[in-house]
């Protein structure tokens, strides 16, 4: 495990999705008794542990992990792509008329 001191930690973010944190907590905890289950760790160890499973729930349950629910939106604003639509639609209108 690689020791991150408590202040250098990247925060976690709030959940947006409550409808998948009931499934993946449950597995989840079944992971971590099983990472658990016979090993004798320390105090930080543990923390460190409970730490990167908190990560991975958030990042699972805000949707930039496997469970990514809405799709991402274009970055381009509005005007640009009706501008961008506009000059589609000239240029469709001139290969049909030089065809």
Same mark, same amino acid.
């Given at each position: 495990?690689?020791?991150?001191?408590? @202040?250098?930690r990247? !925060? %976690?973010?709030? +959940?947006?999705?409550? +409808?998948? /944190?009931?499934? /993946?907590?449950?597995?989840?905890?079944?992971?971590?008794?099983?990472?658990l @289950?016979?090993? @004798? %760790?320390?105090?930080?160890?543990?923390?460190h #542990?409970?730490?990167?499973?908190?990560? *991975?729930?958030?990042e699972e /349950?805000?949707?930039?992990?496997?469970?990514k #629910?809405?799709?991402? !939106?274009?970055k381009?604003?509005?005007w *640009?792509?009706?501008?961008?639509?506009?000059?589609?639609?000239i !240029?469709?209108? &001139?290969? %049909? &008329?030089?065809?």
């Amino acid at each position: 495990m690689t020791q991150i001191e408590t @202040d250098k930690r990247t !925060r %976690l973010q709030k +959940f947006q999705n409550m +409808f998948k /944190i009931k499934t /993946i907590m449950q597995t989840a905890n079944k992971a971590m008794e099983e990472i658990l @289950d016979g090993k @004798d %760790l320390n105090i930080t160890q543990i923390n460190h #542990l409970i730490c990167a499973a908190a990560m *991975v729930i958030t990042e699972e /349950i805000n949707g930039t992990g496997e469970y990514k #629910l809405e799709p991402q !939106r274009s970055k381009t604003p509005p005007w *640009v792509r009706s501008i961008q639509e506009s000059i589609n639609n000239i !240029r469709k209108s &001139w290969q %049909l &008329w030089w065809k």
